[in-house]
């Protein structure tokens, strides 16, 4: 998928980074040089989806606030993690995603500036759901 790249729409990246699907995983492995475990437990946390599909958990570039982890990567963040605004652990001091050529699901399909996902209006139901199916099968593999 092209994703877009405007300097100045960073401000998804500086709130709640996107969500992975399963095959990003290698791929910003590979991008940074590094094994899957590792992405996992340096960089990613896991992230559970609400109300019945709790059980699914998705993987999502792990958030800083005040220099520190909201969560610590590797870990299963808290209920209150959704509410809390961090920047992306992917993201610049000069405000530029550094996995940008592999960068998350989400990121990719998201677009701020019209509020879409995949082309159509974000709606944040239909969009957990399009996460769940996608992370339902995949539950075991990076554990
Ligand atoms: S991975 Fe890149 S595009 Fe996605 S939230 Fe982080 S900095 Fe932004
Ligand atoms: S979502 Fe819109 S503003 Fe943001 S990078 Fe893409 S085209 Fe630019």
Known sequence: MES????KCVSACRRDPGRLVPADV??????LNIGAA???????VR???RGRDGHVQ????????ARRFLAAPGSVVPD????????????????QCLVHEVKPFECAA?????????????????VEAFFVSRWRKAQDQFR
């Open 4 to 7: 877009c790249a405007c300097e």
């Open 26 to 31: 290698k791929k910003i492995a590979d991008f």
């Open 38 to 44: 590792e992405l996992c437990r340096g960089y990613l």
């Open 47 to 49: 992230i559970p989806a």
């Open 58 to 65: 998705f993987l999502a570039p792990a958030k800083i606030k």
């Open 80 to 95: 209150y993690y959704a509410g809390e605004a961090g920047r992306c652990v992917f993201l610049s001091g000069q405000g």
């Open 110 to 126: 998201y677009m701020g500036c019209r509020h879409t996902f995949l082309g159509r209006p974000y709606k944040e139901k239909d």
